[in-house]
T-cell receptor
Framework: NAGVTQTPKFQVLKTGQSMTLQCAQD?????MSWYRQDPGMGLRLIHYSVGAGITDQGEVPNGYNVSRSTTEDFPLRLLSAAPSQTSVYFC??????????FGPGTRLTVL | KQEVTQIPAALSVPEGENLVLNCSFT??????LQWFRQDPGKGLTSLLL?????REQTSGRLNASLDKSSGRSTLYIAASQPGDSATYLCPNTGTASKLTFGTGTRLQVTL
C-alpha cells in the first residue's frame, strides 16, 4: 500500500493563479480531509469528506474548493491564490473514528 | 468549539530521562485520541491510537492514557533518546473523524 499520497511536494504560485493539490489513498477509506499548517498555529481543517459525493466545510474553507468523485481521490482547488494561502497542506484519510493516516504534505508559496 | 492545549509548549531534556507530555480538551466528547510526532519539515507520523472504549495504549517506550471525564491525555516516554526529538501532537477526534489540533509540544533530547 502506498498509503496517502500528495502531489506536488512543492509549488510556487503568483497571486491570482489557480491550481489543484492532489490527494489519493489506496486504503479504501471513507473519510478524507485537508488541513493547513502555519507557523505557530495548529493544523486547521479546510474541507472534509465522509464518502464519495459528500463534502463539507471545515474551519478555514474560504478560497478553497473540493470535490470527491471517487473513494480514492480528494483534490483541493485554490481558486485564486493569495499570499495568505502560503502554507503547508496535509491530506488525511481514515475509516470512521479509526486511525488517521496523513500524506507527506505540499509546501505552497504564493508570491 | 473544541480546543486542545498541550503542555509544555517546549521541553529540553538530557538523554535517558523519562518524561510526560500533557494534552487537555475543552470538550470531553472524544471519540478517540491519536498521538502523532512531526519532525521538522515532515508529515505526521502516528504513534498511538486510543480507541473510545480504551483508557491507554502502549508501544515500546511510549505509553498514552486518556481520561475522558476530565478531558485529558498524557504521553509517557521512557528512557528518552535523541531520536525522540520532534513535535508531538494530540488532536481530538470529533464528529465525522474531524481532528482539532493544538500547537504541540516541541521536544529536544540532548546527548
Amino acid at each position: 500500500n502506498a498509503g496517502v499520497t500528495q502531489t506536488p511536494k512543492f509549488q510556487v504560485l503568483k497571486t491570482g493563479q489557480s491550481m489543484t493539490l492532489q490527494c489519493a489513498q489506496d486504503m479504501n477509506h471513507e473519510y478524507m480531509s485537508w488541513y493547513r499548517q502555519d507557523p505557530g498555529m495548529g493544523l486547521r481543517l479546510i474541507h472534509y469528506s465522509v464518502g464519495a459525493g459528500i463534502t463539507d466545510q471545515g474551519e478555514v474553507p474560504n478560497g478553497y474548493n473540493v470535490s470527491r468523485s471517487t473513494t480514492e481521490d480528494f483534490p483541493l482547488r485554490l481558486l485564486s491564490a493569495a499570499p495568505s494561502q502560503t502554507s503547508v497542506y496535509f491530506c488525511a484519510s481514515s475509516d470512521r473514528y479509526d486511525e488517521q493516516f496523513f500524506g507527506p504534505g505540499t509546501r505552497l508559496t504564493v508570491l | 468549539k473544541q480546543e486542545v492545549t498541550q503542555i509544555p509548549a517546549a521541553l529540553s531534556v538530557p538523554e535517558g530521562e523519562n518524561l510526560v507530555l500533557n494534552c487537555s480538551f475543552t470538550d470531553s466528547a472524544i471519540y478517540n485520541l491519536q498521538w502523532f510526532r512531526q519532525d521538522p519539515g515532515k508529515g505526521l507520523t502516528s504513534l498511538l491510537l486510543i480507541q473510545s472504549s480504551q483508557r491507554e495504549q502502549t508501544s515500546g517506550r511510549l505509553n498514552a492514557s486518556l481520561d475522558k471525564s476530565s478531558g485529558r491525555s498524557t504521553l509517557y516516554i521512557a528512557a528518552s533518546q535523541p531520536g525522540d526529538s520532534a513535535t508531538y501532537l494530540c488532536p481530538n477526534t470529533g464528529t465525522a473523524s474531524k481532528l482539532t489540533f493544538g500547537t504541540g509540544t516541541r521536544l529536544q533530547v540532548t546527548l
